[in-house]
């Protein structure tokens, strides 16, 4: 299981925002699909949710979505967010790579 704290801080570059939350990411067994969860706070005007791969401090390429991207922007006040991510939905350098690569990424 993997686990990290979403904050305006760890953005690139940071911004200041009340926005929060957590992230939790499971592999299954079999290694085919990874779970996640959001929990999300006080965010606004959200229109896409996404991983990114890159060394710490900078922006990488986008390598799977979460959420999005939507037209019309949304306000959280407070919201769980799941889904699953397989191999398919890898997007970008990580295009045709397996969930094992993105799980060595994280």
Not at 26 to 37: A, G, M
Not at 95 to 104: D, K, M, P, R, S
Request: with cysteine; net charge negative.
């Amino acid at each position: 299981m993997f686990f990290t704290k979403l904050r305006g801080r760890n953005e690139v570059p940071p911004v200041e925002t009340d926005a929060r939350g957590e992230a939790f990411f499971k592999l299954s067994q079999d290694e085919l699909s990874l779970k996640f969860k959001l929990d999300l706070f006080d965010i606004e005007d959200v229109v896409v949710a996404h991983l990114h791969i890159g060394a710490k401090g900078t922006n990488g390429p986008v390598v799977a979505f979460l959420f999005g991207p939507i037209t019309n922007p949304v306000s959280i006040e407070c919201a769980t967010l799941t889904g699953i991510i397989t191999q398919e939905d890898l997007v970008g350098p990580l295009a045709g790579q397996t969930l094992a690569t993105l799980v060595n990424e994280i």
